[in-house]
């Protein structure tokens, strides 16, 4: 590997694009200035380095036109304010890509299951585009979405076209606002009614930790194994290289062996708090 590229030295890229998505997220639109990262797969993270401040671990939420970037960042601290107000023209640090993807290939002939809550839809974003872009690879594609309020939710201006172009989606808030005509209760309330066949069907869920674990712990109650449930996991990520072994989980270092694990092994892990 050559010295620009070592995994520890982040290459340069400018910020072409930026969409506010909701009051403390923004989607930033990222191209290399000088040679690229690995192309990403669809799961895995990059960490991002806003230049004086730190860098934060980021899933990919979707490439544009070849080797443009795109993440979706809440602002939760520090570096991710940093991030969220970055202009176009402005450069950031990228390292990467790391990690495991969503192994999207475990749902061909099947129905795929997408189940999202709040920002986890951010990382979901590139299950979704890739079903949708090779539909007739799978059976249904079914996408559940929960988020606390309507106004945490992330991409609505895209929710609608994913409908048109076949896919399921169902949309649920935890607490309802005046002139919010959708359902209100969590996420895990859809799950029952959206399997169809568990043996046929492949789920994806993201989201916080106690969301991931009652979703696929409803998944497995309504038939679907264990084995064929795939959660995205976050411990305290530094360097994103399996040196510092902040993010060891039981077994796992989850910058190598995850974030995106089976349920099957994800299960008797994610009791275990971070310290």
């Known amino acids: 590997m050559t010295p620009d590229l070592a995994p520890m030295r982040p290459a340069c890229y400018v910020v072409t694009g930026r969409r506010a998505e ?3 997220t ?3 639109m990222l191209r290399p200035a000088g040679r690229p990262i690995e192309p990403p797969r669809p799961g895995q993270f990059t960490m991002l380095y806003s230049f004086g401040v730190g860098e934060v671990p980021v ?4 490439f544009h036109r070849g080797e443009v970037l795109v993440h979706t960042i809440r602002a939760v601290g520090a570096v991710t304010r940093a991030l969220c107000a970055a202009a176009p023209g402005d450069t950031i640090g990228v390292r990467g890509p790391f990690g495991t993807d969503w192994g999207l290939s475990i749902a061909d002939g099947r129905d795929v299951l997408i189940v ?5 839809l951010a990382p979901l974003r590139p299950v979704v ?15 559940l979405v929960g988020a606390r309020s309507p106004e945490d ?18 949309v649920t808030v935890d607490h309802g606002q005046a002139g ?8 895990t309330g859809l799950i029952e009614s959206a399997v169809d066949d568990p043996a046929d069907t492949a789920a994806f869920v993201c989201g916080p930790e106690i969301m991931m674990r009652l979703s696929a712990g409803m998944l497995v109650r309504c038939g679907v194994p264990a084995s064929d ?5 976050e411990r305290n990520m530094r360097c994103g290289a399996a040196l510092c072994g902040h993010c060891q989980l039981g077994p796992l270092l989850l910058c190598r062996d995850g974030p995106v694990v089976s349920y099957a092994a994800a299960a008797p892990l994610v009791t275990i708090k971070e310290l």
């Open 22 to 24: 909701t009051y403390d």
């Open 26 to 28: 923004v989607t930033l």
């Open 59 to 62: 899933s990919i939420s979707g």
């Open 116 to 120: 999202a809550g709040g920002i986890g």
């Open 129 to 143: 585009l890739t079903a949708l872009d090779q539909r007739a690879r799978y059976d249904r594609v079914v996408l």
């Open 153 to 170: 939710l992330i991409f609505t201006r895209e929710l609608e076209t994913w409908r048109r172009r076949g896919a399921d989606v169902r």
């Open 180 to 187: 919010w005509g959708g359902r209100v209760g969590l996420v």
């Open 229 to 233: 449930i795939r959660v995205s996991l």
